[in-house]
């Protein structure tokens, strides 16, 4: 929940994410309806990166870190993996 607040700016219960776990087979992520900040930035001329675990969904394209405001991504996208034995 905290990800997907920090990443559109919104309340855990309006995101539709406070009880959400997404897992490797996962067919969900943070709705595509909210803008996140990352895409924010980019109006501004900014360009973006992010780095870690993105776990707001992979399910298609369209949930993906780079069709939602990244220029470029590093990292994993669920949970399950660690920094020590990945």
């Known amino acids: 929940p905290a990800r997907a607040s920090l990443m559109s ?3 855990p219960s309006s995101t539709n994410f406070a009880d ?4 490797q087979w996962s067919t969900n992520g943070l709705p595509l309806r909210f803008d996140l ?9 900014y360009a973006t990166v ?19 405001g990244f220029d470029h991504f ?3 996208f ?3 993996v660690d920094y020590y034995s990945h």
């Open 37 to 45: 900040m990352p895409s924010k930035l980019q109006e501004f001329g």
């Open 50 to 68: 992010g780095l870690g675990k993105w776990n707001l969904g992979h399910c298609n394209e369209a949930y993906l870190p780079w069709e939602r």
């Open 9 to 11: 700016g919104r309340w």
């Open 20 to 23: 959400t776990q997404i897992t």
């Open 78 to 80: 669920s949970q399950g």
């Open 74 to 76: 590093v990292g994993y």
